[in-house]
């Protein structure tokens, strides 16, 4: 076949001649003969050839095997063949180049590995230091370095030693831990060669974490060690980066640590001392009494302290601290040289301590000490608006150093309890002035007058109200008759007893002007309430003028509760109704006067809305109470009704609090006699032979 | 014991020739005539029967006011004295005694001459503002004992207001009538019971509230009573309606309250 020139195949078979293929075949086999002849004698020597070149790439492959398998240190030697000597001089090379990259491969994971444990020794760090110390070794053993130092910056930015390893870094040192801590950058600085040794090269590497570089590792190494083998973008350079920052990491989280130690701890110190200072509140917060807040006092800061003792000093008019309140064995309430530093705290305002009187230089404090077994004590001032008003001082009877934090909750103590003292010392004045007023004008109630016996009971309010504004008052009158009053004032404390001062003798005057008119007292004395006082309180009051002669009773009523009389056999009791507006309203007010007559053996009782209002069984007592109460006493006289009756409702209502009580009985002498007289009902005489 | 405190003096009484010619028996009512001391009257009338007097004397002079309970020991003594055949007479009756007795038509049997029987009265021009009343209030232990001193109090208001002769005496029976009930009916069994009495006075009339803590009852269910049947009770509140010018009960407060209006003046 054979392609035309138009491309298309043509058939030729049919035009090939047996000619033509027989001169063909001719020609081959001429060549073909020669051709083997050429062969054979090629292929003899190519044998010969072979046999030598077959030896040495079987030492080549044999040798390229081992080598494979990790036998680097294996050479091989070819002689016959100077191509494949020069391959197997290359083999060679190769298997030098890669034993020594297995060794610095091994170098290196060896490094990795050491690092990689330090890495867990620095994480395990518990202080800065410890860490530091562990970097330097980590790099010396595991890194190749000679001598290491860590930098760290304190709170003032400045570098300071860490950790070190090895030989000091010296000046150079500390210059690239300067200059790394501020760029931030890795650096390498060639040593000059001193002391006969050859210079190395000294590495500076960035503590970073989180973008916050703490400081620098500064490490020598030998000049075993070319400056390639250490410069950036080397192995070791990477380890040495890699391990900066597990360390830098390391450092930070022992930082953090350390501070979150420190907030805890100060946290801890805050609770301990604030519930040592609610502790000291709560005790002393409930007392109203000047006294009664110093013992209270005394005993919450010896006990917050964990102390033997505690004194509290006020000052008297000399300025001098002397002791007021005591408590504990080592305390004295007396003077003692101790209490010079109380002195010094309260003159100072700060808070004083010593640690151990017993080994005081001062013979005579010393012994002292000895004596009172005082031991540590620590002093500090009580103060109001920056003036010092007394201090407290706690004592140990064993020797205490007191610490700053003891100093500083002493500190807070006093200045929360000098707030309290401050407010109960002005109580304790208000309290005592009321009292004194009050109990002047209230317990002034003669045991007999003119013939009339009375019978007075006052009980104040709750605890914390020292003064009420109940009184009652007995008054003899010019023309023989005596005027009786039972008034209830509004208002507490001392505001409340200086009105009801004003009001009694206001009161007695107009009954010695008005004696046989208890309506002129009421009207009068209304109006000089009004006038004088501007309703700034009201009063109400039952005024009664009693003649002993006739046994008549004229009484008016200004607002407040009704008398009552009882009669003798105690089973009857007469409500004394009607009245006026109470006193002070500002209001003018013309008021009545009611008559009664007193029989023998009655008892007229008067009282405050104290008693009627005392809760029994969940519900005032009301008036009616009062009257069932009164049943149940019984008839008794004067004196013994009204105790009973207070006794009663005490125990049966519980007079602790909500308003005061005054009770008192006007009972006409010539009947105190016994009450076991018994009616007679029917007398018959029967007539008899 | 209430009973124990009560002392009857017992003794011989000379009666005079001229006053008592025969054996006769005289009996004083010293005191207050309660219910406990109309029990007395009653067991001692019987005894006395024991001895067959000629006649029983009961001298009432010394009580000024007597109530149903009184009223009715002494038509007991009286009946008894008839059955026994032994003569009855009260001496030295009082005016309030005469008229309870006329009240409820006892006069005959008790001896005592008639008494007009009072006529209920209403008033339209009295000045009721407040100011002109004088109030009185009284709170008294629910006892016996205290019965007749309340009645004293009250009606010494009374006295004060201006009333008198006949007015009066009809107070002092109602109020009795009232707080006899109140003690009787108005105590429960429970602690302490107390009987309230308010009273007003003006010249023109005397009101009064008694109130006590019984349980309530309908005063129109009693029905009147017949002097010849002698029962226990029923004869207060037929009395009191007899003798007060306005007669009203009211309930709840918690017990019971009788309101007595009685005018002071006339027509």
């Known amino acids: 076949m054979r392609l035309a020139h138009d491309g298309k195949i043509s058939q030729v078979a049919s035009t090939i001649t047996y000619k033509q293929i027989r001169n063909d075949l001719n020609r081959y086999e001429v060549g073909l003969l020669l051709s083997i002849g050429l062969g054979l004698t090629g292929s003899v020597i190519a044998l010969a050839r072979l046999r030598r070149v077959a030896g040495a790439i079987s030492k080549l492959v044999v040798f390229s095997n081992a080598v494979a398998a990790g036998d680097y240190r294996r050479r091989i030697k070819i002689k016959n063949d100077y191509k494949l000597a020069l391959l197997g001089d290359r083999l060679n090379e190769l298997a030098r180049s890669l034993m020594r990259n297995q060794r610095i491969l091994e170098e290196q994971a060896e490094m990795v590995a050491g690092m990689l444990s330090a890495t867990r020794t620095t994480s395990y760090s518990s202080d800065v230091d410890e860490c530091g110390k562990a970097i330097a070794k980590a790099l010396c053993s595991y890194a190749g370095a000679s001598d290491v130092c860590v930098y760290l910056k304190n709170d003032d930015a400045a570098l300071v030693t860490a950790g070190r390893s090895g030989r000091r870094i010296g000046a150079d040192g500390k210059r690239i831990a300067v200059h790394v801590a501020d760029c931030g950058e890795y650096v390498i600085l060639a040593e000059n060669e001193k002391d006969g040794e050859s210079g190395g090269h000294l590495v500076g590497v960035p503590l970073s974490d989180r973008g916050k570089i703490l400081g620098t590792i500064v490490a020598r190494f030998g000049k075993e060690l070319t400056r390639e083998q250490i410069a950036l973008g080397s192995p070791r350079a990477d380890i040495l980066g890699a391990f900066a ?205 003119r013939g009339v016996q009375f019978c007075g009971r006052y009980t104040c309010g709750a605890k914390d109200v020292r003064v009420g504004g109940d009184f009652y008052d007995v008054t003899p009158l010019p023309d023989g008759c005596v005027a009786v009053a039972m008034a209830d004032v509004s208002g507490k404390g001392l505001n409340a007893a200086i009105h009801l001062a004003a009001s009694k003798y206001m009161l007695k005057a107009l009954a010695r002007a008005y004696p046989k008119d208890p309506a002129a007292v009421l009207k009068a004395l209304n109006e000089a309430i009004n006038d004088c006082f501007e309703q700034n309180f009201f009063i109400t009051l039952f005024h009664g003028v009693i003649d002993p002669e006739d046994r008549s009773l004229i009484f008016a009523n200004a607002g407040h509760p009704p008398g009552i009389i009882t009669n003798k056999a105690g089973g009857m009791h007469s409500c004394l109704l009607g009245g006026g507006i109470p006193l002070g309203t500002g209001w003018p007010h013309s008021y009545e006067n009611y008559t009664a007559k007193l029989s023998h053996g009655d008892i007229l009782l008067l009282y405050t809305d104290g008693v009627t209002d005392a809760i029994k069984d969940g519900e005032r007592l009301e008036l009616e109470g009062l009257h069932k109460m009164l049943f149940e006493i019984g008839p008794c006289s004067g004196d013994m009704l009204v105790s009973k009756l207070m006794l009663r409702l005490d125990s049966e209502c519980g007079l602790d609090g909500r308003d005061d009580v005054a009770a008192l009985t006007v009972m006409l002498e010539e009947r105190a006699e016994t009450f076991e007289n018994k009616p007679i009902a029917v007398q018959y005489q029967r007539v008899a032979d | 014991m209430k009973t124990n405190r009560l002392q009857f003096n017992i003794s011989a009484w000379p009666i005079s020739q001229q006053a008592v010619p025969n054996k006769s028996a005289r009996l004083v009512i010293q005191d207050d005539f309660s219910q406990v001391s109309a029990d007395v009257l009653a067991s001692s009338v019987q005894s006395i029967i024991a001895d067959c007097p000629n006649e029983i004397i009961v001298d009432v002079g010394k009580i000024d006011v007597i109530d149903s309970s009184g009223l009715r020991a002494l038509l007991v003594a009286a009946q008894r004295c008839s059955a026994a055949g032994i003569g009855f007479r009260l001496e030295n009756v009082s005016a309030c005694v005469a008229r309870i007795a006329g009240i409820s038509g006892l006069s ?160």
């Open chain 1, 245 to 449: 920052l597990q360390s830098a990491a390391a450092l930070s989280n022992i930082d953090l640590r350390e501070r979150a130690a420190e907030h805890s701890a100060t946290l801890d110190e805050w609770s301990q001392h604030t519930a040592a200072l609610l502790q000291v509140m709560s005790a002393i917060s409930p007392a109203c009494e000047i006294d009664e807040a110093l013992d209270a006092l005394t005993k919450a800061a010896a006990s917050a302290l964990k102390t033997t003792g505690c004194a509290i000093l006020l000052p008297d008019v000399q300025n001098r601290l002397t002791p007021r309140a005591c408590y504990g064995k080592a305390c004295k309430p007396e003077e003692i040289l101790s209490y010079r530093v109380s002195q010094q705290a309260y003159n100072e305002k700060r808070w004083v301590s010593f640690d151990n009187g017993r080994e005081s230089t001062d013979d005579a404090h010393r012994d002292e000490c000895t004596l009172y077994e005082i031991g540590g004590l620590l002093a500090a001032p009580l103060i109001i608006n920056d003036e010092a008003i007394g201090a407290i001082t706690i004592f140990d009877a064993k020797p205490r150093k007191f610490s700053s934090a003891d100093g500083d909750l002493l500190m807070s103590i006093a200045l929360h309890a000098a707030v309290v003292l401050r407010k109960a010392e002005i109580f304790t004045t208000e309290s005592t002035v009321a009292q004194t007023l009050q109990r002047s004008l209230v317990s002034s109630v003669p045991k007999t007058c």
């Open chain 2, 108 to 267: 005959e049997i008790l001896g005592l001459s008639e008494c007009d029987v009072p006529k209920i009265s209403i008033k339209h021009d009295i000045d009721l503002r407040q100011e002109n009343w004088k109030t009185q209030q009284f709170v008294a232990e629910s006892s016996a004992q205290m019965v007749g001193e309340m009645r004293d109090k009250i009606v010494a208001q009374a006295r004060e207001a201006g009333a008198s002769g006949i007015k009066l005496c009809d107070i002092k029976i109602a109020i009795g009538e009232a707080i006899a009930n109140a003690f009787r009916h108005g105590s429960t069994d429970s602690g302490i019971n107390l009987i309230r009495v308010k009273c007003r006075t003006c010249k023109e009339a005397f009101w009064v509230e008694i109130e006590d803590e019984g349980e309530t009852f309908d005063p129109d269910s009693v029905p009147e009573p017949d002097p010849n049947i002698l029962k226990d009770h029923g004869m207060g509140i037929y009395i009191m309606r007899h003798t007060m010018d306005v007669v009203e009960y009211s309930f709840n407060h918690p017990g019971n309250r009788v309101r007595m209006v009685k005018w002071l003046v006339d027509d």
